[in-house]
């Protein structure tokens, strides 16, 4: 095992930099094409945009003081998992020899009006990351950085389905999504963001080659 995959797979990386993210919508989700990934750190910083979505949305959710309690524990646990993929992403990339994506600037909007919009927003935005993920699998070509990305996967999965719970959702199609997980494209995904981001040609220029 290289120390980059390492890294990955483990989590050793340094301070998550401050800056804000992506935002996302819960479009239709389609396989990832081949045109999409021209190499692994392609792929490692489309997920590093979407990890920026979901590390600055739980910084500034939780900051709103909307949930307290249990449900206030399990989000602060679930921002500081996001950060640190955006902290290992970051690192990976850059000892790939790759130039990680920067944290844009955007507006969460409503999001963070209540309770029930910020868990709803929380629970779109983590099962977007859910099928980011698994349309972007086929394309990595290093199985030890593929295998990493599967554990971050799982994580997505499993704060989809503690947010789903929190929602008071029903299991199937709600806590979570089905019998098989389906991937999101790369397009629909850029798609979505684009009504959240300040500058939303700069951001999918900065991902697309």
Same mark, same amino acid.
């Given at each position: 095992?290289?120390?980059?995959?390492?890294?990955?797979?483990?989590?050793?990386?340094?301070?998550?930099?401050?800056?804000?993210?992506?935002?996302?919508?819960?479009?239709?989700?389609?396989?990832?094409?081949?045109?999409?990934?021209?190499?692994?750190?392609?792929?490692?910083?489309?997920?590093?945009?979407?990890?920026?979505?979901?590390?600055?949305?739980?910084?500034?959710?939780?900051?709103?003081? #909307?949930?307290?309690?249990? =449900?206030?524990?399990?989000? %602060?646990?679930?921002?500081?998992?996001? $950060? +640190?993929?955006?902290? &290992? @992403?970051?690192?990976?990339?850059?000892?790939?020899?790759?130039?990680?994506?920067?944290?844009?600037?955007?507006?969460?909007?409503?999001?963070?009006?209540?309770?029930?919009?910020?868990?709803?927003?929380?629970?779109?935005?983590?099962?977007?990351?859910?099928?980011?993920?698994?349309?972007?699998?086929?394309?990595?070509?290093?199985?030890?950085?593929?295998?990493?990305?599967?554990?971050?996967?799982?994580?997505?999965?499993?704060?989809?389905?503690?947010?789903?719970?929190? #929602?008071?959702?029903?299991? =199937?199609?709600?806590?979570? %999504?089905?019998?098989?997980?389906?991937? $999101? +494209?790369?397009?629909? &995904? @850029?798609?979505?963001?684009?009504?959240?981001?300040?500058?939303?040609?700069?951001?999918?220029?900065?991902?697309?080659?």
């Amino acid at each position: 095992m290289t120390d980059t995959t390492a890294d990955l797979i483990h989590g050793n990386a340094s301070a998550v930099p401050a800056g804000v993210a992506i935002g996302a919508l819960n479009n239709g989700f389609a396989l990832a094409s081949a045109k999409d990934f021209r190499n692994d750190i392609e792929v490692l910083n489309y997920a590093l945009a979407l990890e920026y979505l979901e590390a600055e949305f739980y910084r500034q959710g939780n900051k709103a003081n #909307l949930v307290k309690g249990k =449900e206030k524990e399990y989000l %602060m646990q679930i921002g500081a998992d996001e $950060a +640190s993929h955006v902290a &290992t @992403l970051t690192a990976t990339i850059q000892k790939l020899g790759g130039t990680p994506i920067g944290a844009p600037a955007v507006d969460f909007g409503g999001a963070f009006d209540s309770r029930k919009s910020y868990l709803t927003t929380a629970h779109i935005f983590e099962n977007k990351g859910v099928g980011a993920y698994l349309g972007a699998a086929g394309f990595v070509k290093d199985k030890m950085i593929l295998q990493a990305a599967a554990g971050i996967f799982g994580v997505e999965a499993r704060h989809a389905a503690v947010v789903g719970n929190l #929602l008071g959702l029903k299991a =199937e199609g709600g806590v979570y %999504m089905s019998a098989f997980e389906k991937g $999101a +494209s790369k397009s629909s &995904t @850029l798609a979505a963001v684009a009504p959240f981001l300040v500058d939303p040609d700069k951001v999918v220029a900065a991902i697309t080659h």
